[in-house]
């Protein structure tokens, strides 16, 4: 399996859209926070985005990379929010296609630039921006020093990267399918302090690291017992329970963590 298949998924606009009006809500008439359930694609879903985005103080005049941006939840809820401009990266053609068209039937097509690409050659020129977001990237890259250091070099010194993502913990072994990995060769975990060490090796101060998984566990649970809407991420995620039970199972034994972390671009 590859990673493109990883994420592939069907017939998207056919079942995003039944999803919708099944919700009541009307294709035509969307608002801008109706598809919060299923555009978040992380751990602990819109909640996490909130709180990371307070976090790294996202401001109206800022220039935001959001790098592995999935279909593009992020990227809206910024635009909304904070009318910043947002650029956005995802490895899979068909994310990409899913967010320009979600953008477009919440009307913000106009406001958001959507790019195929590989987080690690990043298409953009050095200094191009003042923030990067970026939640649930790493796991399934293997050369994480390109990953950052490309995050360094796109942003302008003193910009801020903002991490939310999956870390390795106790050692033990892993259930499959997760949500990032049906197998274990798509899944390229280090621990919390290799993650750290990695993000400052190329050129970051940690201003911010903090370690999530108690909360994220608490409300993963939740969110388990209440699947019962049709808005969600089982719309496009195959095997959606499996593989949020898995993770849960992973946070709650401490084999895997979750990390929330702030990082400045040193000059």
């Known amino acids: 399996m590859t990673l493109?298949?990883?994420?592939?998924?069907?017939?998207?606009?056919?079942?995003?859209?039944?999803?919708?009006?099944?919700?009541?809500?009307?294709?035509?008439?969307?608002?801008?926070?109706?598809?919060?359930l299923l555009e978040d694609f992380h751990t602990m879903g819109r909640i996490a985005t909130t709180q990371l985005v307070e976090l790294v103080e996202i401001k109206s005049c800022d220039e935001v990379l959001d790098a592995g941006s999935g279909v593009g939840g992020t990227a809206r809820y910024l635009v909304d929010h904070f009318g910043c401009k947002v650029t956005t990266i995802d490895l899979s053609k068909q994310y990409c296609e899913v967010s320009r068209w979600l953008n477009h039937l919440v009307g913000l097509d106009g406001q958001i630039t959507v790019h195929n690409g590989d987080v690690t050659k990043l298409p953009f020129s050095s200094g191009s921006f003042t923030v990067i977001m970026s939640q649930h990237v790493q796991m399934n890259v293997v050369d994480k020093s390109s990953l950052y250091a490309e995050a360094r070099r796109v942003l302008r010194p003193g910009g801020r990267l903002a991490i939310w993502d999956i870390t390795a913990g106790a050692p033990g072994k892993l259930e499959f399918p997760l949500p990032w990995a049906d197998q274990p060769s798509l899944s390229h975990l280090v621990s919390g302090d290799v993650l750290r060490a990695t993000i400052e090796c190329v050129g970051f101060a940690i201003t911010h690291w903090s370690d999530m998984t108690e909360e994220a566990v608490l409300i993963m649970?939740?969110?388990?017992?209440?699947?019962?809407?049709?808005?969600?991420?089982?719309?496009?995620?195959?095997?959606?329970?499996v593989k949020m039970n898995n993770l849960v199972r992973g946070l709650s034994t401490g084999r895997l963590r979750v990390v929330r972390a702030i990082a400045e671009a040193r000059s």
């Open 4 to 36: 493109d298949q990883q994420y592939a998924f069907s017939n998207f606009k056919q079942r995003i859209s039944q999803a919708v009006i099944a919700a009541g809500l009307d294709l035509d008439d969307l608002g801008r926070g109706s598809l919060a």
């Open 221 to 241: 649970e939740n969110l388990l017992q209440t699947l019962t809407g049709p808005l969600g991420l089982h719309v496009f995620v195959d095997d959606f329970v």
